[in-house]
T-cell receptor, first 114, second 113 residues
């Protein structure tokens, strides 16, 4: 069975500050991990994905995430927050045998203060 | 390419009414999915279709039916709507392997009174 836990339903940062959104996963098979972003009143858009090629994954809009097997984590970071980063972020996991189905975390809403 | 399209964008129903949410993709994907999104709950899978002609239940299938009409289209039907089905519904598609990302439609906001 697979599951995802996102720590913190709301995170608030100042513009220019580091963004850190936490994701921990549980998986009995090697996982594939994804971060999606949802802007208000829109669908989800892929930010980045981990498919075992490299543990540090770079995505769009300056975001990156590091896969740490020992910590079962896949935290999302961005060195300097921009107002346009305000959105909800979802971590998701899939794995061999899942037929491509994703298990989503409950989401973290990021606010960026001027 | 339009990607994943959904109709309608908004809908208000009375309890007991029925309706069908439509979804189409133009990316030649094998797999299609229906999710519902509720505040604080993330996305929960209702039904999915791994390939044309097959459908399977997800985490929350009760009260819903689906049809994979062809490779492009995957519809979700509420036979007798209930207030608990008030939600935002998203359709998604993917290549179908475990490392393929899913592409999402813009969503349908449904209110059941």
């Amino acid at each position: 069975a697979q599951s995802v836990t996102q720590l913190g339903s709301h995170v608030s940062v100042s513009e220019g500050a580091l963004v850190l959104l936490r994701c921990n996963y549980s998986s009995s098979v090697p996982p594939y991990l994804f971060w999606y972003v949802q802007y208000p009143n829109q669908g989800l858009q892929l930010l980045l994905k981990y498919t075992s090629a490299a543990t540090l994954v770079k995505g769009i809009n300056g975001f990156e995430a590091e896969f740490k097997k020992s910590e079962t984590s896949f935290h999302l970071t961005k060195p300097s927050a921009h107002m346009s980063d305000a959105a909800e972020y979802f971590c998701a996991v899939s794995g061999r045998g899942s037929q491509g189905n994703l298990i989503f975390g409950k989401g973290t809403k990021l606010s960026v203060k001027p | 390419n339009a990607g994943v399209t959904q109709t309608p964008k908004f809908q208000v129903l009375k309890t007991g009414q029925s309706m069908t949410l439509q979804c189409a993709q133009d990316m030649n994907h094998n797999s299609m999915y229906w999710y519902r999104q509720d505040p604080g709950m993330g996305l929960r899978l209702i039904y999915y279709s791994a390939s044309e002609g097959t459908t399977d239940k997800g985490e929350v299938p009760n009260g819903y039916n689906v049809s994979r009409l062809n490779k492009r289209e995957f519809s979700l039907r509420l036979e007798s709507a209930a207030p608990s089905q008030t939600s935002v519904y998203f359709c998604a598609s993917s290549g179908g392997t475990t490392y393929n990302e899913q592409f999402f439609g813009p969503g349908t906001r449904l209110t059941v009174l």
